[in-house]
């Protein structure tokens, strides 16, 4: 069992799914290789993974405990979405979506995972773009699947921009390679881009084309973790993609691209000894929350208004890995997991107000509550949820990077971040209750399916269990990752 | 030939090479731009080549090869048989003229040696070639921001990726083998899914136009 077989799965399961089967084998085969994926992430991270890193091919593949964390991430949320998208896409799909485009669907939905898999394995820096270019590339069709004029302009400009994005992060690759082909010489040429050697090297490197290079990966995996204001790409595409993919880029890929600058902050921090990283880090993941405010308050559309908690939470996560020491990481890592899981369980909920309501707009939907008591249940304590009420997870983290602002004495930035999540819960709220609450038009309800809502379930029990009890194993991967990036066991 | 020889002659290909993005940005006509997107192509590859032969770097002829057969023949292919299907005669709309956008390219000249100087980087290969990779990265930021139609803004981000390839292979030899193959098979990925896009665009909005896309706000 190594890292080379679980990339394997997703990359084995998206061509079988090219085969033109017939569509409930597709269904099957589809839903099977998540599962499969599932069972081999939990086994390789919590199994293998306990004591040192895993490396394969070379060294260019590398499993920490920080990428851990991020294995079992894309491989649980991407089981949700694919049963979630089992039933939504599969069954629910009208006559007119023909096989072929489904097949295309459940290749593309492998191949993202796959690449999204791919960057948080790679060691070698070089790869880790390849495999972040990757991922846009395989999400543009999973973002445009119906053909409308909104999802096409969507898909066009996540595309554009994200590549762009992704270009300016390859100068910043560049300009490390070149303080490292500068400075260290003798070194072969393959592993000068490998993380861990650069890490060990760090002393060495040049403090000031280091800065320069933070600068541009910062904006570069900023455009495509959503960080303002490079965000613009991203309510667009989160409001297009069906549920299910809008769970997995809100859910993970943004933690993917977060991922990224988290391995050239720890880089940078070491080769420059300054907080010349974090200071830039909690400057934009500020200003990610306070775009966010706004547009969270005045929202018609419910699919953008999780989008752009994604930019807020992204911006706490940024925020909290700024602040540094083992609190403010630790808290950012687990903010980045609960996120995650809240997260994808609003936008399954989403696929289900759809679904019910046949709308996107935050007007046209009232009563949820009365028409399916579970569905509104989910819904309500979801944004309750994502907007950092306790008992549920996201409280706990948001708590513990808010602490580590004030042991750092950070105190202008922890009262600015306080009245902005304030201001975003009063918004939430507001819609929420909305939609949640009063008399909707009694409109007789369309047949329920029971895979759909127990990924509901499941997802409830998450977010509820991870407020008052993080599992021993995953509490334990949680606190290594933040030893790795505070540099305690580098 | 003398290294002394083939050194001028890579400098040359330098001036030669900043000729031809200006050509993308100064032709009214999309087929011209992709022509000279080819010939930008065309003369990076030499230059990797030459670079490759002066320091005796088999990988990096490799690489030149692989750009001749890809950004020279295959990528400008694609397009004109994009541009044929899709029966695009009209000239290259902007948002800001051509004479306008010559003098704008000037000046994103001057600011990437300018820029480039306070960098100060002890260039390996070549320094002479940082500020014109950077210049060639802000054209293609200038063409994809200044163009309507959807196919230029993929030409603008090809000529950004030339940029980077150039920087790349001046500044270090070139990136490990490893990497640069995987940058090229996303290039051509990309460009291929983009170009399906593209046909998407025509089929939805009647037209290529990106200005027309405004469904989504707020």
Redesign the interface.
Known sequence: MSIPWLLSVPLCTSLLCLIPWKRQVTRFVFIAGSLALAAMAFILVFRYGRGASLFAFGGNLMMDALSGIFVILIASVGLLASIYAGDYLFRQAGPNTSPRRLRRYAFFFHVFIFTMLLTVCSNNLGVMWIAIEGTTLASAFLVNVDDKKSSIEAAWKYLILCTVGIALALFGIILVYYSAVSRLAGGEGEILLNWTFLLAKAQSLDPQIMKLAFIFILVGYGTKAGLAPFHSWLPDAHSQAPGPVSALLSGVLLSCATFGIVRFHILTQAATGTSFSSVLLIVFGLLSVAVAVPFILEQSDYKRLLAYSSVEHMGLAAIGFGFGGIMGNYGALLHIVNHAFTKSLLFFSAGHLLYHFQTKHIKGIQGIFRKNAFLGIVFFSGILAISGMPPFSMFVSEFSILAAGFLDKNFLVCFMLLFFLTLIFAGFLRHASQMTFGAGPQAPSPKRSVLMDSVLGVGMILILMMGFYIPAPLNQLIQRASQVIGGVSS | MDAEFIFSLIHFLGLLLLIASFGIIASPQLAACIRFYAVHAFLLALITGLVGYLNHIPHLVALALLTLLLKTVVIPQVFFWIIRRLGIRKEVESYINIPFSLILAVLLVFLSFYVTEK????S?ASREFVPLAVAT?LFG?LV?TSRKK?LT?VLG?LL??NG?FL??VT???G??L??EL??F??VL??AV??GI?VF??R???EGID?DQ?T??K?
């Open positions: 960098m100060r980087l002890t390996i990265l930021m994809m959807a803004q981000l950004m990726e980077l920087m790349a500044l270090t030899f990136m490990p490893l990497v995987g940058i098979f996303d990925v990309g899914i983009m896009l998407k665009i089929g939805a909005f990106v896309m469904v989504l707020g």
